[in-house]
């Protein structure tokens, strides 16, 4: 269960402040795996974020009762400098996962080669990507928190990756944020549409997809 209670956020812009949402008060219920739906701008990474824990809500707060995983899709926490490998023992530390067994995991899952223990600056985008959705489906959260990216890469991986992440969910919750409406359906029970700064649960998510398409239509 993740309970929003009183959320708040907003940001400076060009010395006016810009509310992405105000007084938020829901819950998303444990065992779902539910869609984040919005326009761009709406404050879907905006709310990711906050809920990992990497941003902070101008007031209010977020109470969970079990582990969540950074945004998946953001690479932000991976430090350049550093190798693929050495990224992920930092994360296992950090989660108090088994090293060698996470390595192992992200190795084999993101089929890096070489480039595993390169840099994590000399990576392409795709690169980066496949590092860090392996490095979350290798730990066992009890929600995921995905933005824009369930996989990358050719079609054997892609299905793999779908694969890995089914299984995941299948005993954990999860966030999702896609503007692939046809992935929002297959993995996500129910959806959260942000609007104008306020949220609607809808406990179909094809209930949530049909008014968010409304919205943009308008």
Not at 15 to 31: A, D, H, M, Q
Not at 66 to 91: E, T, Y
Not at 96 to 118: I, Y
Not at 154 to 174: G, I, L, N, T, Y
């Amino acid at each position: 269960m993740i309970q929003f209670e009183n959320l708040t956020k907003s940001f400076w812009v060009n010395g006016r402040r810009k509310i992405v949402f105000e007084n938020l008060n829901f819950s998303l219920p444990t065992g779902k795996s539910v869609a984040l739906l919005g326009r761009n701008g709406a404050g879907k990474s905006t709310l990711l974020q906050i809920v990992a824990g990497t941003m902070n809500a101008d007031s209010g707060r977020i109470v969970s009762d079990g582990s969540i995983s950074w945004p998946i899709g953001l690479a932000g926490g991976f430090h350049k400098d550093l190798s693929g490998a050495q990224n992920v023992r930092f994360i296992a530390r950090i989660y108090g996962v088994d090293t060698n067994s996470l390595v192992t995991f992200v190795k084999n899952f993101a089929e890096l080669g070489p480039h595993f223990h390169m840099p994590v600056r000399s990576y392409s985008s795709g690169m980066r990507s496949r590092l860090v959705f392996g490095a979350a489906m290798g730990i066992r959260f009890d929600t995921y928190l995905i933005d824009e990216v369930t996989a990358v890469g050719d079609a054997a991986f892609k299905r793999k990756s779908r694969a890995v992440f089914r299984e995941r969910v299948r005993s954990s919750s999860a966030l999702m944020v896609s503007h692939n409406m046809r992935e929002l359906r297959e993995f996500c029970d129910s959806a959260v549409l942000l609007n104008k700064g306020r949220v609607k649960y809808f406990e179909d998510v094809n209930d949530a997809i049909d008014m968010h398409e409304r919205n943009m239509a308008g």
